[in-house]
């Protein structure tokens, strides 16, 4: 079966790094999202990765290890505005084609 | 352009009510997600379209839901006889062929009284 673990709240200061982690074990894996989720609103995409390895964009970067089946999202300069939940995905390949799984989600608290 | 409309945005009824959703995706995306999403809770999958492929309707979490895609295009998810648990957010995506990442509708909020 699939099963993706996230942790379910972290905290974290303006201005500073965090390191939101996922682990995941997917039988067909075919590569891993994470999209962010503010509170009633849908969720956006922010990265996908489907080779080890890091992927930057910005202020955010998105890291892959399929052999430890680990990733993890970096999210620097902290703002406010980046409070909200970061939902790790992965999307698996079956018998009837792409199906792609969500973790609960983690909350990030920024605080001044 | 357009992006993925959910009608209605809310809906409130009775318990043992039928209600639809409607989900009207990107135009050209051949793939259409829709997932439930409880309070403070992740994504739940419900059911996949792909193209003319048969759905993946492993999702769904009992007989009284259903899905259907007319044209490969609008989609309508059926919940019969509505209990109290159903009351969630329903979110529908899509995602163009060959890509993977899913752009996501405002979501319809049900509530089940």
């Known amino acids: 079966g699939q099963n993706i673990d996230q942790p379910t709240e972290m905290t974290a200061t303006e201005g500073a790094i965090v390191q939101i982690n996922c682990t995941y074990q997917t039988s067909g894996f075919n590569g891993l999202f994470w999209y962010q989720q503010h509170a009633g609103e849908a969720p956006t995409f922010l990265s996908y990765?489907?080779?080890?390895g890091l992927e930057e964009k910005g202020r955010f970067s998105s890291f892959l290890s399929r052999s430890k089946g680990y990733s993890y999202l970096l999210l620097k300069e902290l703002q406010m505005k980046d409070s909200a939940s970061y939902l790790c995905a992965v999307r698996d390949r079956g018998t009837g084609g792409f199906k792609t799984i969500f973790g609960a989600g983690t909350r990030l608290f920024v605080k001044a | 352009g357009a992006g993925v409309s959910q009608s209605p945005s809310n809906k409130v009824t009775e318990k043992g009510k039928d209600v639809e959703l409607r989900c009207d995706p990107i135009?050209?995306?051949?793939?259409l997600y829709w997932y439930r999403q409880s309070l403070g809770q992740g994504l739940e999958f419900l059911i996949y379209?792909?193209?003319?492929?048969?759905?993946?309707k492993s999702g769904l979490p009992s007989d009284r839901f259903s899905a259907e895609r007319t044209g490969g295009s609008v989609s309508t998810l059926t919940i019969q006889r509505t209990q109290q648990e159903d009351s969630a957010v329903y979110l529908c995506?899509?995602?163009?062929?060959?890509?993977?990442?899913?752009?996501f509708g405002p979501g319809t909020r049900l509530l089940v009284l």
């Open positions: 990765n489907v080779l080890d």
């Open positions: 135009s050209g995306h051949t793939a």
């Open positions: 995506a899509s995602s163009p062929d060959r890509e993977e990442t899913q752009y």
């Open positions: 379209f792909q193209g003319n492929s048969a759905p993946d």
